[in-house]
Protein backbone atom coordinates (compact mmCIF):
# COMPACT_ATOMS: atom_id res chain seq x y z
CA UNK A 1 0.00 0.00 0.00
CA UNK A 2 1.48 3.26 -0.87
CA UNK A 3 -0.18 6.43 -0.23
CA UNK A 4 -2.14 8.46 -3.21
CA UNK A 5 -0.56 11.66 -4.05
CA UNK A 6 -3.86 13.60 -2.71
CA UNK A 7 -3.57 11.60 0.30
CA UNK A 8 -0.06 13.02 0.60
CA UNK A 9 -0.99 16.36 0.27
CA UNK A 10 -3.67 16.10 2.69
CA UNK A 11 -1.80 14.33 5.32
CA UNK A 12 1.14 16.87 4.75
CA UNK A 13 -1.57 19.77 6.85
CA UNK A 14 -1.14 17.65 9.75
CA UNK A 15 3.16 17.17 9.04
CA UNK A 16 2.99 14.16 6.98
CA UNK A 17 6.41 13.50 5.30
CA UNK A 18 6.50 10.68 2.80
CA UNK A 19 8.93 7.84 3.81
CA UNK A 20 9.80 4.45 2.98
CA UNK A 21 7.18 1.90 3.91
CA UNK A 22 7.38 -1.85 5.41
CA UNK A 23 6.70 -4.22 2.68
CA UNK A 24 4.14 -5.79 5.23
CA UNK A 25 1.53 -3.50 5.29
CA UNK A 26 -2.05 -4.60 4.99
CA UNK A 27 -3.30 -3.37 1.66
CA UNK A 28 -6.83 -2.49 2.58
CA UNK A 29 -6.17 0.62 5.09
CA UNK A 30 -6.32 4.14 5.44
CA UNK A 31 -3.81 6.45 6.97
CA UNK A 32 -4.24 9.04 9.85
CA UNK A 33 -2.31 10.88 12.77
CA UNK A 34 -2.45 10.22 16.48
CA UNK A 35 -3.52 13.78 17.56
CA UNK A 36 -4.79 12.50 21.37
CA UNK A 37 -4.96 9.20 23.22
CA UNK A 38 -7.70 9.06 26.06
CA UNK A 39 -8.42 6.10 28.30
CA UNK A 40 -11.26 4.92 26.04
CA UNK A 41 -8.59 4.87 23.20
CA UNK A 42 -7.44 7.01 20.85
CA UNK A 43 -8.33 10.81 17.89
CA UNK A 44 -7.30 9.92 14.62
CA UNK A 45 -6.62 13.33 11.68
CA UNK A 46 -6.42 11.96 8.14
CA UNK A 47 -6.15 15.65 7.55
CA UNK A 48 -9.47 16.46 6.78
CA UNK A 49 -11.58 15.27 9.67
CA UNK A 50 -10.51 14.00 13.12
CA UNK A 51 -12.38 10.83 14.22
CA UNK A 52 -12.36 8.26 17.62
CA UNK A 53 -10.11 5.14 16.82
CA UNK A 54 -9.84 2.18 19.21
CA UNK A 55 -6.26 0.39 18.83
CA UNK A 56 -5.89 -2.86 17.71
CA UNK A 57 -6.26 -6.21 20.34
CA UNK A 58 -2.36 -6.78 20.00
CA UNK A 59 -1.67 -3.01 21.23
CA UNK A 60 -3.55 -4.14 24.28
CA UNK A 61 -1.39 -7.05 25.24
CA UNK A 62 -0.18 -7.18 28.98
CA UNK A 63 3.21 -6.99 29.17
CA UNK A 64 4.06 -4.77 25.77
CA UNK A 65 6.62 -2.21 25.68
CA UNK A 66 4.60 1.40 26.00
CA UNK A 67 6.87 2.34 22.93
CA UNK A 68 5.29 -0.36 21.13
CA UNK A 69 1.66 1.03 21.33
CA UNK A 70 0.39 4.25 19.52
CA UNK A 71 1.06 7.30 20.42
CA UNK A 72 0.53 11.21 20.29
CA UNK A 73 2.20 12.20 17.05
CA UNK A 74 2.44 8.88 15.22
CA UNK A 75 0.88 7.84 11.42
CA UNK A 76 -1.18 4.77 11.39
CA UNK A 77 -2.70 2.87 9.50
CA UNK A 78 -5.97 2.13 10.59
CA UNK A 79 -9.32 -0.04 9.32
CA UNK A 80 -12.70 1.86 8.65
CA UNK A 81 -15.54 0.69 11.05
CA UNK A 82 -16.99 1.50 13.96
CA UNK A 83 -15.37 1.98 15.39
CA UNK A 84 -12.30 2.85 13.33
CA UNK A 85 -9.38 0.56 14.41
CA UNK A 86 -5.55 0.80 14.56
CA UNK A 87 -3.60 -1.79 12.78
CA UNK A 88 -0.12 -0.64 12.27
CA UNK A 89 1.80 2.19 13.22
CA UNK A 90 4.42 3.95 10.73
CA UNK A 91 8.24 4.48 10.70
CA UNK A 92 8.67 6.84 13.60
CA UNK A 93 11.15 9.85 13.45
CA UNK A 94 12.05 12.18 16.50
CA UNK A 95 10.76 10.15 19.50
CA UNK A 96 11.08 11.85 22.86
CA UNK A 97 11.03 9.83 25.49
CA UNK A 98 11.38 9.51 29.62
CA UNK A 99 11.36 6.75 32.20
CA UNK A 100 7.71 5.94 33.27
CA UNK A 101 6.40 6.62 36.63
CA UNK A 102 7.27 3.91 38.89
CA UNK A 103 9.82 1.16 39.63
CA UNK A 104 9.51 -0.76 36.66
CA UNK A 105 12.24 0.34 33.77
CA UNK A 106 9.68 1.20 31.23
CA UNK A 107 10.16 3.78 28.32
CA UNK A 108 6.90 6.28 28.18
CA UNK A 109 6.96 8.16 24.43
CA UNK A 110 5.56 11.77 25.10
CA UNK A 111 5.64 12.56 21.12
CA UNK A 112 6.82 11.00 18.24
CA UNK A 113 7.83 12.24 14.68
CA UNK A 114 8.35 15.47 16.04
CA UNK A 115 10.87 18.44 14.68
CA UNK A 116 11.22 20.31 17.84
CA UNK A 117 10.79 20.49 21.14
CA UNK A 118 10.24 24.20 23.12
CA UNK A 119 11.21 23.73 26.66
CA UNK A 120 9.21 26.14 28.55
CA UNK A 121 10.36 27.53 32.08
CA UNK A 122 8.53 30.22 34.19
CA UNK A 123 11.02 33.33 35.19
CA UNK A 124 9.27 32.91 38.70
CA UNK A 125 9.60 30.33 41.17
CA UNK A 126 10.07 27.98 38.72
CA UNK A 127 12.77 28.86 37.02
CA UNK A 128 14.71 25.85 37.62
CA UNK A 129 18.41 25.58 35.34
CA UNK A 130 19.01 21.69 36.76
CA UNK A 131 15.90 20.55 35.71
CA UNK A 132 16.24 22.47 32.35
CA UNK A 133 19.49 19.88 32.12
CA UNK A 134 17.79 17.02 32.77
CA UNK A 135 14.96 18.31 29.44
CA UNK A 136 17.75 18.43 27.53
CA UNK A 137 19.89 15.40 28.41
CA UNK A 138 16.14 13.48 27.43
CA UNK A 139 15.96 15.00 24.12
CA UNK A 140 19.48 14.64 23.22
CA UNK A 141 18.87 11.55 21.51
CA UNK A 142 15.32 12.38 20.13
CA UNK A 143 16.47 13.76 16.65
CA UNK A 144 14.81 16.78 17.82
CA UNK A 145 16.05 20.15 18.17
CA UNK A 146 15.99 21.84 21.37
CA UNK A 147 14.50 25.94 22.29
CA UNK A 148 14.58 27.12 25.80
CA UNK A 149 11.47 29.07 26.06
CA UNK A 150 11.78 31.31 29.21
CA UNK A 151 8.12 32.40 29.66
CA UNK A 152 6.68 35.42 32.08
CA UNK A 153 9.75 37.75 30.99
CA UNK A 154 7.29 40.81 31.31
CA UNK A 155 7.03 40.17 34.92
CA UNK A 156 10.77 39.26 35.61
CA UNK A 157 12.77 42.45 36.73
CA UNK A 158 15.86 41.47 34.34
CA UNK A 159 15.00 38.36 31.92
CA UNK A 160 18.16 38.73 29.97
CA UNK A 161 19.86 37.74 33.47
CA UNK A 162 18.53 34.21 33.14
CA UNK A 163 19.05 33.97 29.48
CA UNK A 164 22.66 34.78 30.44
CA UNK A 165 23.07 32.18 32.73
CA UNK A 166 21.46 29.68 31.07
CA UNK A 167 23.45 30.12 27.63
CA UNK A 168 26.54 29.97 30.04
CA UNK A 169 25.50 26.23 31.38
CA UNK A 170 23.87 24.98 28.19
CA UNK A 171 25.08 23.61 24.89
CA UNK A 172 26.09 26.96 22.13
CA UNK A 173 23.92 25.53 19.67
CA UNK A 174 20.24 25.36 21.83
CA UNK A 175 18.43 28.51 21.66
CA UNK A 176 17.46 30.31 24.92
CA UNK A 177 14.74 32.81 24.57
CA UNK A 178 12.31 35.00 27.10
CA UNK A 179 9.26 35.75 26.21
CA UNK A 180 5.92 36.84 26.93
CA UNK A 181 3.61 34.12 26.10
CA UNK A 182 0.93 36.60 26.32
CA UNK A 183 2.42 38.69 23.47
CA UNK A 184 1.83 37.17 19.69
CA UNK A 185 4.74 39.62 18.75
CA UNK A 186 7.20 38.17 21.55
CA UNK A 187 6.92 34.91 20.34
CA UNK A 188 6.90 35.60 16.75
CA UNK A 189 10.79 33.97 16.58
CA UNK A 190 9.16 30.75 18.22
CA UNK A 191 7.27 30.26 14.12
CA UNK A 192 10.88 30.02 12.33
CA UNK A 193 10.83 26.15 14.32
CA UNK A 194 7.21 25.90 13.89
CA UNK A 195 6.55 26.43 9.74
CA UNK A 196 4.91 24.32 7.63
CA UNK A 197 4.99 20.92 7.70
CA UNK A 198 6.98 20.95 10.95
CA UNK A 199 6.09 19.34 14.56
CA UNK A 200 6.97 20.68 17.91
CA UNK A 201 6.11 19.47 21.54
CA UNK A 202 5.70 21.78 24.47
CA UNK A 203 6.90 20.51 27.34
CA UNK A 204 7.93 22.19 31.36
CA UNK A 205 6.13 22.37 34.26
CA UNK A 206 2.02 22.89 35.69
CA UNK A 207 2.38 26.67 35.25
CA UNK A 208 5.25 27.29 33.01
CA UNK A 209 2.76 28.58 30.39
CA UNK A 210 2.47 25.95 27.89
CA UNK A 211 -1.49 26.60 27.22
CA UNK A 212 -1.04 30.17 27.06
CA UNK A 213 1.56 29.97 24.74
CA UNK A 214 0.06 27.68 22.79
CA UNK A 215 -3.24 29.86 22.78
CA UNK A 216 -0.97 32.53 21.43
CA UNK A 217 0.45 30.29 18.82
CA UNK A 218 -3.14 29.44 17.82
CA UNK A 219 -4.16 33.16 17.60
CA UNK A 220 -7.50 31.69 20.07
CA UNK A 221 -7.84 30.58 23.10
CA UNK A 222 -8.45 26.62 22.72
CA UNK A 223 -6.44 25.65 26.25
CA UNK A 224 -7.72 26.28 29.12
CA UNK A 225 -5.65 28.24 31.59
CA UNK A 226 -5.15 28.71 35.52
CA UNK A 227 -2.98 31.17 38.07
CA UNK A 228 -0.18 29.20 39.22
CA UNK A 229 0.04 28.62 43.69
CA UNK A 230 2.05 32.22 45.22
CA UNK A 231 3.90 30.26 46.95
CA UNK A 232 5.78 27.85 44.64
CA UNK A 233 4.42 29.41 41.31
CA UNK A 234 3.45 25.67 39.89
CA UNK A 235 0.39 25.58 38.33
CA UNK A 236 -2.84 23.04 38.12
CA UNK A 237 -3.35 20.30 35.48
CA UNK A 238 -4.78 22.32 33.01
CA UNK A 239 -4.12 20.27 30.25
CA UNK A 240 -4.85 16.72 31.07
CA UNK A 241 -3.67 14.87 28.22
CA UNK A 242 -1.33 15.04 25.46
CA UNK A 243 -2.92 16.90 22.19
CA UNK A 244 -2.01 17.97 18.80
CA UNK A 245 -3.06 20.74 17.50
CA UNK A 246 -2.98 22.49 13.63
CA UNK A 247 -1.11 25.81 13.64
CA UNK A 248 -2.18 28.59 11.28
CA UNK A 249 1.32 28.72 9.57
CA UNK A 250 0.80 24.56 8.28
CA UNK A 251 2.52 23.43 11.70
CA UNK A 252 1.83 21.16 14.28
CA UNK A 253 1.95 21.23 18.19
CA UNK A 254 2.02 18.51 20.65
CA UNK A 255 0.74 20.50 24.13
CA UNK A 256 1.47 18.42 26.95
CA UNK A 257 0.40 17.85 30.79
CA UNK A 258 2.88 19.29 33.36
CA UNK A 259 5.03 16.86 34.07
CA UNK A 260 6.10 16.15 37.85
CA UNK A 261 8.79 13.67 37.10
CA UNK A 262 11.35 13.42 34.59
CA UNK A 263 12.95 9.98 34.87
CA UNK A 264 15.89 9.09 32.72
CA UNK A 265 15.28 6.03 30.48
CA UNK A 266 18.78 4.68 30.97
CA UNK A 267 19.83 5.18 26.90
CA UNK A 268 21.02 8.76 27.38
CA UNK A 269 24.15 9.56 26.75
CA UNK A 270 25.90 12.15 28.95
CA UNK A 271 29.16 12.94 27.45
CA UNK A 272 27.11 14.47 24.03
CA UNK A 273 26.50 17.88 23.81
CA UNK A 274 25.07 18.52 26.76
CA UNK A 275 27.68 17.67 28.82
CA UNK A 276 30.46 17.63 26.78
CA UNK A 277 32.68 20.06 28.29
CA UNK A 278 32.82 18.03 31.27
CA UNK A 279 33.47 14.57 29.43
CA UNK A 280 36.41 16.67 27.89
CA UNK A 281 38.06 18.07 31.20
CA UNK A 282 37.52 14.04 32.67
CA UNK A 283 39.73 12.87 29.96
CA UNK A 284 42.47 15.46 30.65
CA UNK A 285 42.84 14.39 34.46
CA UNK A 286 46.37 12.50 35.20
CA UNK A 287 44.89 9.33 36.17
CA UNK A 288 42.83 7.21 33.77
CA UNK A 289 40.21 6.24 36.69
CA UNK A 290 39.95 9.63 38.71
CA UNK A 291 37.07 9.80 40.96
CA UNK A 292 37.43 13.93 40.12
CA UNK A 293 37.40 14.25 44.01
CA UNK A 294 41.15 14.74 46.28
CA UNK A 295 43.17 13.13 43.58
CA UNK A 296 46.50 14.81 42.22
CA UNK A 297 46.34 16.15 38.74
CA UNK A 298 42.03 16.29 38.21
CA UNK A 299 41.28 18.35 35.47
CA UNK A 300 37.95 18.51 36.95
CA UNK A 301 38.43 19.55 40.75
CA UNK A 302 41.15 22.27 39.08
CA UNK A 303 38.32 23.75 36.78
CA UNK A 304 36.34 24.06 39.44
CA UNK A 305 38.72 25.93 41.79
CA UNK A 306 39.54 28.26 39.00
CA UNK A 307 35.87 28.96 38.19
CA UNK A 308 36.04 27.36 34.64
CA UNK A 309 33.19 24.95 35.85
CA UNK A 310 29.85 26.10 37.99
CA UNK A 311 30.17 24.27 40.72
CA UNK A 312 25.84 23.82 40.70
CA UNK A 313 26.41 22.62 37.22
CA UNK A 314 28.72 19.70 37.60
CA UNK A 315 26.40 18.26 41.08
CA UNK A 316 23.58 18.26 38.73
CA UNK A 317 26.21 16.40 36.16
CA UNK A 318 27.08 14.03 39.06
CA UNK A 319 23.46 13.48 39.92
CA UNK A 320 22.51 12.59 36.55
CA UNK A 321 25.14 10.29 35.89
CA UNK A 322 24.28 8.35 39.00
CA UNK A 323 20.25 8.43 37.76
CA UNK A 324 21.38 7.49 34.46
CA UNK A 325 23.62 4.62 35.41
CA UNK A 326 20.76 2.69 37.65
CA UNK A 327 18.52 3.28 34.72
CA UNK A 328 20.97 1.37 32.55
CA UNK A 329 21.41 -1.62 35.04
CA UNK A 330 17.42 -1.44 35.58
CA UNK A 331 17.27 -2.24 31.81
CA UNK A 332 19.57 -4.48 31.63
CA UNK A 333 18.37 -6.60 34.68
CA UNK A 334 14.76 -6.43 32.95
CA UNK A 335 16.46 -7.63 29.70
CA UNK A 336 18.23 -10.39 31.14
CA UNK A 337 14.71 -11.52 33.39
CA UNK A 338 13.37 -12.48 29.90
CA UNK A 339 16.35 -14.28 28.32
CA UNK A 340 16.09 -16.09 31.80
CA UNK A 341 19.80 -15.39 32.73
CA UNK A 342 21.02 -14.44 35.87
CA UNK A 343 20.82 -10.61 36.81
CA UNK A 344 24.49 -9.54 37.11
CA UNK A 345 25.12 -7.48 40.52
CA UNK A 346 27.06 -4.64 39.98
CA UNK A 347 29.45 -2.89 42.70
CA UNK A 348 28.87 0.63 43.67
CA UNK A 349 29.59 3.27 40.94
CA UNK A 350 32.20 5.96 41.64
CA UNK A 351 30.57 9.38 42.18
Known amino acids: ?27 RGEIARVVA ?17 QPAARFLRRGLEPTARPAVGDFVVFRPGAPPTIEWILPRHGELKRGAAGDAPQRQLIATNIDVVLVLCGLDGDFNPARIERYLV ?16 DLAADPQSAVVELRARLPAGVPVLAVNAKSAE ?6 DWLGAGRTGVLVGSSGAGKSTLTNTLLGETRQ ?13 HTTTHRAL ?9 IDTPGMRELKLTGDEVLDAAQFADIDA ?36 YQKLRGELGDAADA ?16 GPREE
Open 186 to 191: AIAPLL
Open 331 to 346: LEAQLRRRRGKPVLRH
Open 245 to 253: LELPGGGCL
Open 138 to 153: LIEGSGAQAVVVLTKA
Open 1 to 27: MQPSPETERRLARIGWRAGAWPDELPE
Open 37 to 53: QHRAGYELHDGAHAFNA
Open 281 to 316: LAQSCRFGDCAHGSEPGCAVQAALAEGELDPARWRN
Open 224 to 236: ATAAVRSHDSRGR
